[in-house]
């Protein structure tokens, strides 16, 4: 029997350049970053996760009202692929980088 995507836990892959830029962040910061990035294994049941464009299938994800992820959904692999990790505010300068 299969299942799709939407009823599965998908495997989470975190850029090198994510891994840097939050090693840089005060800790209490990167640890619930880390949380939210953990909910990704069911990204359509995540939190305040919304489809930025779905050609690309590019989403974010807000943590909290500060910062933002970034990340592609690739259903082919079951895997959800953190691209960035930044503030909302660089977040939003930055949308049309994806499109």
């Not at 799709?4 to 989470?12: F, G, P, T, Y």
Request: with cysteine; net charge positive.
């Amino acid at each position: 029997m299969s299942t799709s995507l939407e009823e599965e836990l998908v495997n989470v892959q975190i850029e090198k350049g994510v891994v840097k830029t939050l090693s840089k962040y005060p800790e209490k910061i990167r640890v619930q970053i880390f949380r939210h990035i953990q909910m990704l294994t069911d990204p359509y049941e995540a939190p305040d996760v919304e489809c930025l464009y779905p050609k690309k299938q590019i989403w974010r994800m807000h943590v909290g009202r500060s910062y933002t992820i970034i990340f592609t959904i690739l259903k082919q692999s079951d895997t959800v692929h953190v691209l960035e990790v930044s503030t909302i505010e660089q977040a939003h300068k930055r949308y049309g980088r994806f499109y």
